[in-house]
């Protein structure tokens, strides 16, 4: 039987939230591409930005597999701990094969 997640993702959908208080950035340096987009699925292991606090780079990660469908902050946006960066929603088959691997 094919999972539905369609009616889970509106119940209860996927946030990566910020662990620290700082500086975003979606990507390493200013000419670089950004870590990830819209559109792009993601292993709960896949950086999808840095924030800055205190002269220190940390690294945040996914935290969960899905696709990104929203980004709640942008490049260089002051950000407290436990705020909301992105949305992930859980892919179904049609969805996985279209999205952009990370």
Request: proline fraction near 5%; include cysteine; hydrophobic fraction near 35%.
């Amino acid at each position: 039987r094919p999972q539905d997640f369609d009616w889970l993702n509106k119940v209860r959908p996927i946030v990566t939230r910020s662990h620290v208080s700082g500086l975003f950035y979606s990507s390493a340096a200013a000419d670089e591409e950004p870590f990830v987009r819209i559109g792009d699925f993601c292993h709960r292991t896949t950086v999808v930005g840095i924030i800055e606090s205190k002269k220190i780079f940390f690294h945040i990660t996914a935290g969960h597999s899905g696709i990104i469908t929203e980004a709640y902050v942008g490049n260089g946006t002051s950000v407290a701990e436990g705020e909301p960066l992105f949305k992930l929603v859980r892919p179904q088959k049609t969805d996985a094969q279209r999205a952009r691997m990370r």
